[in-house]
């Protein structure tokens, strides 16, 4: 984790996700994920967006190999402090297929009954990005 850390400024984390700005301005996140060939856990890199109060991650653009221990890597992501610029977020691709939101503080996915729920719907819509769900036909 450290390699994709070591020169970014104002790292910020959510549970298992680094989170940081990149020269753009704009927003990028890392994790980890088992590799099943390989004994290394794999870094996986991709953009985030800022859409009000939603945190937006998107899908991998980039993947390394790293020699890090999850407990190394947790290590790493607990020196930053959490995000705290916006109350939820949602991977793009899982929210237009499932829906899934989550609150930034606790990482508890937001109850889809509930308001909270509706008014990240409507931030995410007010930004072009609408759950779809598919027809099982």
């Known amino acids: ?20 700005t990149n020269e753009d301005g704009g927003h990028e996140h890392v994790t980890v994920v088992p590799r099943w060939k390989s004994r290394n ?8 967006w ?10 991998q653009e980039e993947e ?5 221990s999850a ?3 947790w290590t790493e992501l607990q020196k930053h402090p959490i995000w705290n610029r916006s109350k939820y977020y949602c991977f793009v691709y899982d929210y237009i297929t499932l829906g899934f939101v989550y609150y930034c ?3 508890q996915r937001v109850n889809e009954a509930g308001e909270d729920y509706r008014a990240a719907e409507e931030i995410l819509r007010h930004y072009g990005i609408e ?3 598919r027809s099982m036909l």
């Not at 856990?41 to 985030?48: D, I, M, P, S, Y």
Request: proline share 2%.
């Open 1 to 20: 984790m450290k390699e994709f850390l070591t020169d970014k400024e104002d790292v910020k984390h959510l549970p298992g996700y680094a989170i940081w």
């Open 41 to 48: 856990l794999v870094l996986v890199r991709g953009l985030a």
């Open 50 to 59: 800022k859409l009000g109060d939603v945190l937006g991650l998107g899908e």
């Open 64 to 68: 390394r190999e790293t020699t890090d």
């Open 71 to 73: 407990e190394q890597i």
């Open 105 to 107: 503080e606790s990482s």
């Open 131 to 133: 759950r779809r769900v």
